[in-house]
């Protein structure tokens, strides 16, 4: 038998530290997924929009924080994780700030991955389109304002 999980960073150093073995780096493997998934009912996005733009704009806006403020990301994520393992944190921003890409924008192919791990448990799943599940509006309405390229000098 064959145990193992998955350990984000800045958990993975801690692990090994313990005589885990870290088998790979799954973020090696650039599986598409939802990292920064927001669920939500279309009824609600609609009713709510207003506040659901201002959401996205926060989380946009958050990790670009992650992203520039590298020594200030690692402080807070120390502090609420309660982690002092400098070469941990280390490890976790440079893991984090791979894998989120600049704009949020949610992909079809993210989902895919999803309904692929939920096949096997629930046939519908296997028989769903990816982009039903996918509403980009948000990100776009934001990245139309210009407020991302503002937020990277681009």
């Known amino acids: 038998m064959i145990?193992?999980?998955?350990?984000?960073?800045p958990f993975v150093r801690q692990?090994?530290?313990?005589?885990?073995?870290?088998?790979?780096d799954i973020g090696s493997l650039k599986i598409p997924f939802w990292w920064n998934s927001v669920?939500?009912?279309?009824a609600i996005v609609k009713a709510k929009r207003p506040l659901l733009l201002k959401f996205a704009r926060a989380m946009i806006e958050a990790?670009?924080?992650?992203?520039?403020?590298?020594?200030?990301?690692?402080?807070?994520?120390?502090?609420?994780?309660?982690?002092?393992?400098?070469?941990?944190?280390?490890?976790?921003?440079?893991?984090?700030?791979?894998?989120?890409?600049?704009?949020l924008l949610p992909t079809p192919e993210g989902?895919?991955?999803a309904l692929d791990d939920l096949a096997p448990r629930d046939p519908?799943?296997?028989?769903?389109?990816?982009?039903?599940f996918v509403d980009p509006s948000l990100v776009r309405e934001i990245e139309a304002t210009g407020f991302i390229k503002q937020l990277y000098n681009r």
Do not use: C, M
Not at 16 to 21: A, E, M, S, Y
């Open 111 to 113: 989902v895919k991955t």
């Open 63 to 103: 990790i670009h924080f992650n992203k520039t403020h590298k020594e200030e990301s690692k402080a807070i994520w120390g502090k609420y994780l309660k982690v002092s393992d400098q070469e941990g944190l280390e490890r976790a921003w440079q893991a984090y700030t791979a894998a989120y890409p600049d704009n």
């Open 124 to 132: 519908r799943a296997a028989a769903a389109d990816a982009r039903a």
């Open 39 to 42: 669920l939500s009912r279309e």
């Open 3 to 9: 145990n193992f999980t998955i350990i984000p960073e």
């Open 15 to 24: 692990a090994l530290q313990l005589g885990f073995r870290d088998l790979f």
